[in-house]
Every structure is written in structure tokens, then in C-alpha cells.
């Protein structure tokens, strides 16, 4: 089921805002143009993915430096080797829906 959590407004082209998903904490990317939802929680540590940096389309855990991918959620960098969880994402209009 696809749930609106926000509009593309509020996530500019390099940004990540996190909403809070059926008491998840996603972390929506706007990579390049594109919008991508992921968990907001490093597999290597728990710390919060929101709060590292979004490269292109990998964001780092600003704690030790893992990245991942945030296409697929696969760990590109270690010490994370788990990969972080996804979700589809759709756009309607301006709203941005998440099926989480």
C-alpha cells in the first residue's frame, strides 16, 4: 500500500529528508532527480543514513564511512556489508508515495 509522505518540494536534487512510515524511519533520497526510499538505519551500526552525506547515488553513515546504494540498498562500502532495506516510490503529480 502506498502511503504520501511528502512532495518533491521538500527534497531537493542532492537531499534526504526522513518520514517516519508505519513507525519505520525512511530515508527519502532525491538522487540526480530521481526519488529513492531506503531504511534510515546503517546495517553496520544502526546510526542514521539522513545524517551522512548523499553522493551521487550512494549516501555514507556518517559514523564509519559505509555507504550504500540507494537504488537497490546494497552495502558499496565497508564496514557495512549487509544491504539496507528498500521501497518502491512513486510520484503523482507533486505528492511523494511510498509502499512501505
Known amino acids: 500500500t502506498f502511503i504520501k509522505v511528502g512532495r518533491l518540494a521538500d527534497i531537493p536534487v542532492g537531499s534526504v529528508k526522513v518520514f517516519k512510515v508505519r513507525g519505520r524511519e525512511i530515508a527519502v533520497c532525491n538522487a540526480a532527480g530521481v526519488v529513492y526510499a531506503i531504511d534510515n538505519i546503517c546495517t553496520h ?3 542514521s543514513l539522513d545524517q551522512g552525506e548523499l553522493m551521487g547515488c550512494e549516501i555514507e553513515c556518517p559514523r564509519h564511512g559505509a555507504r550504500f546504494d540507494v537504488r537497490n540498498g546494497e552495502a558499496t562500502e565497508k564496514p557495512a556489508v549487509l544491504p539496507v532495506d528498500t521501497f518502491s516510490v512513486r510520484i503523482d ?8
Do not use: K
Open 45 to 47: 551500526d544502526n546510526g
Open 93 to 100: 503529480e507533486d505528492v511523494i508515495e511510498i509502499d512501505a
